[in-house]
């Protein structure tokens, strides 16, 4: 199951799955509320999601927790991505926020509007084992944001070497070298392939 109740992260992590015919259901779906994010870092709260999921379930729990790391605002939102958005998930006040401390800082340049994303996936089982992988996603904000594809911040996000943000990308393409896709890749290498 996917310890998630976003659907755009779970209509990603259920793309990626896929190809490897696993069929996933959602936290929402089986009635799990989310547990707070008390954790400090990706991991730590990727392995609180999964874990809560896990016990809850009865079945193993793949969680993700990612977010947007801007190199001039030391690196927030980072962990706290999604609280940006506040309580409605509104990301285009929250790309607008990013903006506005952007350009409080003078930071108008490509160069100085270094961003990352990071991924974190846990894999949990209810009797407590985890693993946990993570990827990354380098590039540059643009303003405005472009494309209504993805979700989040995407459209705010040029990865380095594209010509097209996240918002901007079919899902094929984002699928193939984002920071969830990284992370993913890991996951598959240890938990997948090795099972067949």
Same mark, same amino acid.
């Given at each position: 199951?996917?310890?998630?109740?976003?659907?755009?992260?779970?209509?990603?992590?259920?793309?990626?799955?896929?190809?490897?015919?696993?069929?996933?259901?959602?936290?929402?779906?089986? =009635?799990?509320?989310?547990?707070?994010?008390?954790?400090?870092?990706?991991?730590? #709260?990727?392995?609180?999601?999964?874990?809560?999921?896990?016990?809850?379930?009865?079945?193993?729990?793949?969680?993700?927790?990612?977010?947007?790391?801007?190199?001039?605002?030391?690196?927030?939102?980072?962990?706290?991505?999604?609280?940006?958005?506040?309580? @409605?998930?509104?990301?285009?006040?929250?790309?607008?926020?990013?903006?506005?401390?952007?350009?409080?800082?003078?930071?108008?340049?490509?160069?100085?509007?270094?961003?990352?994303?990071?991924?974190?996936?846990?894999?949990?089982?209810?009797? =407590?084992?985890?693993?946990?992988?993570?990827?990354?996603?380098?590039?540059?904000?643009?303003?405005?944001?472009?494309?209504?594809?993805?979700?989040?911040?995407?459209?705010?996000?040029?990865?380095?070497?594209?010509?097209?943000?996240?918002?901007?990308? #079919?899902?094929?393409?984002?699928?193939?070298?984002?920071?969830?896709?990284?992370?993913?890749?890991?996951?598959?290498?240890?938990?997948?392939?090795? #099972? @067949?």
């Amino acid at each position: 199951m996917v310890a998630s109740h976003n659907p755009g992260k779970i209509r990603e992590i259920a793309d990626l799955l896929g190809p490897h015919a696993i069929k996933v259901l959602s936290a929402g779906e089986l =009635g799990i509320p989310e547990p707070e994010e008390t954790e400090t870092t990706f991991a730590g #709260n990727a392995r609180l999601k999964a874990m809560h999921s896990a016990r809850a379930s009865g079945r193993p729990a793949l969680s993700d927790d990612s977010g947007l790391e801007v190199e001039a605002l030391g690196g927030a939102p980072g962990v706290y991505s999604a609280r940006w958005a506040g309580p @409605g998930r509104d990301f285009a006040a929250a790309m607008a926020r990013v903006e506005r401390e952007l350009a409080a800082k003078g930071a108008i340049e490509a160069d100085q509007r270094r961003a990352n994303f990071t991924a974190v996936l846990c894999f949990a089982w209810p009797d =407590g084992e985890a693993q946990v992988f993570e990827g990354q996603v380098f590039g540059s904000l643009v303003w405005p944001p472009r494309g209504d594809k993805g979700f989040g911040y995407d459209p705010m996000f040029l990865p380095d070497g594209e010509a097209e943000t996240f918002g901007e990308m #079919n899902p094929d393409r984002k699928h193939a070298i984002s920071h969830r896709a990284r992370a993913f890749r890991r996951f598959v290498e240890a938990c997948c392939d090795a #099972n @067949g």
